[in-house]
């Protein structure tokens, strides 16, 4: 047990020396990782609203994903919210401790189930080759900790449709008993539907190559074994439907509303041919090499000469086609041993080929890809695509590494004495420690601490919680406008929420921006919109005032002065670089155009009540974003939300009237009825794995096993 223990430890030492970063600064911060204050985290409950006042740019919207932020809400509703343990802390376990772990674990256990018992320190090396290359190092660098998650669960989603294909074989194994099928095929569904949850993209990267795998294997299988196989595809996708039903439901309720939002959102720059062509950073030998673009600066566009030492990974993985051979007890019909091996080096290669994306060679084939598969905006960053060429690698290296050890212990075992065997046993474990040791070297930019986002220290500016201080001293509500966009430490709760000026008008530049400010109707559109302070931020992580990607203090200048000259806007304060401005007035929440009065309260981020009087016919605004699903009902009568001209909603009250209304987004019943379906598919699928039994399947034992590999050989044991 002790060594054991001991084995572990040292196991996970160099992931420590990785990120040690994550377990000794105060808090994680990066580009794509917020900072969240803790009045932000107390409106959080345990279950994400349908309706958040974070979407729509701080007016409002239906979340379309409940990926990472029903996480999130979830963790915090729980661990912070009510058990009072630090953010801190919580999301350094929950989620950037997850991650770590999941991704470790997934990848040996995926070494494991494609090659058996090839030793420890092989799955440390795969573990490590899968957890700290550069692509996924730049993912959380730059704090993307969905795509991170979703990266973690890549190999055990493609491990259970390994385990699926390989079940659905001859009549000979075990897991084509039902209670086998329905077990791999409800544990697939399960990790898949969690990585799904993360981020859809890295999901349907990682089914795809699971998928493809069976494929591949049952080209030539019975048509049994392909209708075996099919059911338990159907089983899987049965699973991740049940347990996503809590947001896949108001999706069908609506017709694919709201994702036919989405996709015209984004159909436009992100769906034309110039966005992929802009998007491919990477070209093949970077991404061949797994060497990410922007190694090490991580500075978006930015890329870097290809490092030669990176090349040694592709030759040491595509080695292993070397070392494949078929057992010479291989009956005809059985899987052919090297057939796993040379799947991996064809995922290798694939996902280099389509993460570089429109770069040469054959880049047309890939844009031809993207211009006439579905969706294919999701994918404007070929980068995603270097998931399979990770997963490839610490599948590869570990096995040529093993043959190459095997090898050269038989011939020293077999031409000396004692201390010839002697050295022929360090052999076992020397060369899967000297490869670590050579990963580590590759890295060391990491190690080293030259990486800016969540591997380095952050405080959180003076400045920013002096301002944090100011808003959150006002308790009605507002809104505040960034100007020309929102900064990492910008602080909004549900009563001020934040909107980004750039996106609200629509300017593709800041003369456009100014110009469009400056306009005579904007006072009055900004004061419809509740908006009550405009604020130019302090740039601390240099990626709003640049020019040539870096900070230029002019920028920010030029933008000072220009809402200086505008006569409508009042500077009211200044916290170091950070300049509010207040407009003359602005509208609350909800207020009545037309005779008469309105209070109104809020039961939640998708319910108020609101209590009117008028002496004649009036209209309820509501200044958050138009959506037909908005009503106010006073119990007898509902009355649907009407778009203003400024995009928010309004209800028409036709004669005068003295009551109150509950104001609700309705389609969050849907989401309630979808909760229940995944709560009950949920204690199914518990339910289902409790009763079919754990067993010990023999299907994929591994291509070691089918080499009859013997305790002698068992590298790193």
Not at 685 to 692: D, G, K, P, Q, R
Request: overall charge positive; proline content about 5%.
């Amino acid at each position: 047990m002790a060594r054991k223990a001991l084995k572990l430890l040292l196991s996970g030492l160099p992931l420590v020396v990785i990120y040690r970063n994550w377990f000794l600064s105060p808090f994680l911060t990066a580009a794509d990782w917020p900072y969240y204050y803790r009045q932000t985290l107390a409106g959080f409950g345990m279950f994400q609203p349908a309706w958040t006042s974070a979407t729509g740019n701080g007016l409002g919207g239906e979340v379309i994903n409940f990926g990472l932020g029903s996480y999130i809400y979830f963790i915090v509703g729980i661990f912070v919210n009510r058990l009072g343990l630090p953010w801190e802390l919580v999301s350094r376990i929950l989620i950037f401790g997850l991650f770590l772990v999941v991704s470790a674990v997934s990848s040996a256990v995926l070494l494991r189930r494609v090659l058996g018992k090839a030793g420890f320190m092989y799955a440390v090396l795969a573990a490590l080759l899968y957890t700290a290359n550069t692509y996924i190092l730049m993912i959380v660098d730059g704090g993307q900790m969905g795509v991170a998650l979703a990266y973690s669960l890549a190999p055990l989603v493609i491990a259970g449709f390994f385990r699926l294909a390989v079940g659905s074989g001859d009549g000979k194994r075990p897991d084509r008993r039902l209670s086998g099928f329905l077990r791999t095929a409800v544990m697939t569904g399960i990790v898949l539907a969690a990585e799904i949850m993360f981020d859809v993209r890295i999901a349907i990267i990682a089914a795809g190559a699971g998928v493809l795998y069976g494929l591949v294997r049952f080209a030539a299988e019975s048509r049994r074994g392909r209708r075996q196989y099919a059911g338990a595809l159907l089983g899987t996708a049965a699973t991740v439907a049940g347990l996503l039903a809590y947001w896949l439901l108001p999706i069908v309720i609506s017709r694919a509303q709201p994702v036919t939002a989405l996709v015209s959102r984004y159909a436009g720059f992100y769906s034309s041919v110039g966005s992929f062509r802009f998007f491919s950073f990477a070209d093949f030998s970077h991404a061949l090499a797994l060497l990410h673009p922007n190694w090490p600066e991580n500075i978006f566009g930015k890329t870097y000469f290809l490092q030669p030492e990176f090349l040694l990974l592709p030759i040491i993985a595509f080695a292993s086609l070397l070392c494949v051979s078929k057992s010479k007890n291989q009956k005809d019909g059985d899987m052919p041993n090297d057939r796993p091996i040379l799947f991996f080096a064809s995922l290798g290669l694939l996902g280099a080929f389509l993460a570089k994306g429109a770069s040469a060679p054959f880049g047309a084939v890939n844009i031809w890809l993207f211009v006439h598969l579905p969706l294919s905006f999701l994918f404007r960053d070929p980068t995603k695509f270097y998931v399979l060429t990770a997963v490839s690698y610490s599948m590869l290296i570990p096995f040529s590494l093993y043959s190459a050890s095997s090898y050269l212990t038989a011939r020293i075992k077999g031409n000396g004495g004692r201390p010839v065997r002697l050295v022929g046993e360090h052999v076992r474990w020397a060369v899967p420690s000297a490869a670590v040791v050579f990963l580590l070297v590759l890295i060391r930019p990491a190690i080293g601490g030259q990486l800016r986002g969540t591997f380095a220290k952050h405080e959180v500016p003076a400045d920013y919680v002096r301002l944090a201080s100011f808003l959150r001293s006002r308790p009605e509500f507002f809104r505040t406008l960034w100007v020309p966009t929102t900064e990492h430490y910008n602080f909004y709760t549900n009563t001020h929420p934040a909107a980004a000026a750039d996106k609200l008008l629509m300017a593709s530049d800041s003369a456009e921006l100014i110009r469009s400010l400056r306009n005579p109707d904007t006072p009055e559109l900004l004061a419809n919109l509740s908006i009550q302070y405009v604020i130019v931020p302090d740039d601390v992580f240099g990626g709003i005032f640049v020019s040539d990607r870096r900070y230029d203090n002019t920028k920010y200048l030029k933008t000072v002065n220009a809402l200086d000259a505008i006569g409508w806007l009042k500077h009211i304060a200044s916290y170091g670089k950070i300049i509010v401005y207040a407009l003359p007035r602005a509208k609350d929440h909800f207020w009545l155009r037309g005779p008469g009065s309105l209070s109104y309260a809020a039961l939640g981020p998708s319910s108020y009540r609101v209590t009117v009087r008028t002496s004649g016919p009036a209209e309820i605004m509501f200044t958050d974003a138009y959506n037909r699903y908005w009503t106010a009902s006073d119990g007898q009568y509902a009355i649907v939300s009407r778009p203003t001209g400024d995009g928010v909603n309004s209800f028409r009250l036709e004669r005068a009237v003295s009551a109150s209304y509950t104001v609700s987004f309705t389609k969050q019943r849907y989401y309630l009825y979808g909760g229940f379906i995944s709560l009950v598919w949920g204690a199914g699928a518990l339910l289902v794995l409790m009763y079919t039994g754990e067993g010990r399947s023999r299907t994929g034992d591994g291509i070691i096993g089918h080499y009859g590999r013997s305790a002698e050989t068992d590298g790193g044991k």
